[in-house]
């Protein structure tokens, strides 16, 4: 019994020793089947004989293998926008890649290569991206890049030094410049030291226009104060006129009395008298009085104190005085003064008649009209307080 399961064991071993070389044998065979396909051929194992079959060429794909060893494989060529580019024995073609928004076709899509796309101009390639070139500052020069996968190349002009990579100042009389020439370099070097305090002499020039634009400022802000004054001062008189009493009306059958003929230093009054016996006449006290009579010598010297020298000529032509009676009173006198008066006389008489010493009230509202026109609110205050019917 012993002897017989011996015998069993042994023949067990043997068969398993049987199957190992068998599968040595065939692995080792068809290693040396692929080995011996050549560089335009595949080894085909599926049929349970291994045998080599021939490639398809570059732009056409695999439809059917070859049959058997020596015989010719059935290939197709890859159809419109599909691509095989080396030998190959796939089934199916690779699709041609699309151009990007920012590139352009510099190759079509052929069966046999893929389609070859490259950046626009002024345009490179940086990570599989086209990216705008950088354009030269201020100053700098272009040498070359923008092209492929090349930034721009910028250097400085000549006879200027790099303030920054983006910037070259011309040198000028600038005798501290620490940095190479133009010519000395072929590319923006960035300053490894502060650059000196020395200044050009055009620096002078940045204060002056600095001065300039903060006394425009300030020049904006003062007009835009005086412009909201007056406009407060006519809200205000606008109010008052509002809330003022009506003045007492006249009976129709009331008579008028004039004190005519007075003399310079006594006031005109014109009233409305109601008809009364002639007893209670004497006891009515007379209302207020109209404003005086305004001399003009003395109105033309109050409005040359007030009325800024810049704004006077414009002051005039809006009063309708000519360029040539502007022009004639600046000849005639020699003083600026003098001439001013003169140019105001020439208005008083033109619109007088010039046969009155005293100045009209219409004439004076259409000065006060004028100044406020023009913005010279206060001006016009300091008039109307001086030439006002209260005593």
Known sequence: MENR??????????????????????????????????????YRNDTGSGFCCDKCPPGYRLKEQCPGEGQRSVCEKCEAGYFLDKLNYFGNCFRCKRCKDLELEISPCEPHRDRVCGCKLEFYTKNN?????????PGQKKIGGCTGANDTLCVCEDNHYPISSRYCRPVGNFSGCPYPSPSETTSVVQPSEPIPSTRPKNSQGHIGMVIALIGLGLGTVFALALAGYCTIKRFQKQIKSLFRPEKPRVPESSTEILISEPSSNE?????????????????????????????????????LDVVPVGRFKELVRHLGVTEQDIDRAERDNRTFKEAQYQMLKV?????????SNNLPRQLFQELMETLREMGLCACAEHIEKSYSTED
Not at 7 to 22: E, N, S
Not at 286 to 302: A, E, G, M, N, W
Request: proline share 8%; net charge positive.
């Open 5 to 42: 399961r011996e015998l069993g064991m042994q023949r067990g071993k043997a068969r398993l020793y049987v199957v190992f070389l068998t599968i040595l044998f065939a692995q080792s065979t068809g290693a040396i089947a692929v080995g011996s396909c050549k560089d335009n051929e595949y």
């Open 129 to 137: 991206e086209c990216k705008r070139c950088t354009r030269c500052g």
């Open 267 to 303: 006031r005109v009054c014109s009233v409305p008298v109601p008809a009364l016996p002639p007893e209670t006449e004497t006891s009515r006290k007379l209302p207020d009085c109209v404003p005086r009579p305004i001399k003009t010598h003395q109105f033309i010297y109050s409005v």
């Open 347 to 355: 208005w008083a008489d033109s619109s007088n008649g010039g046969g």
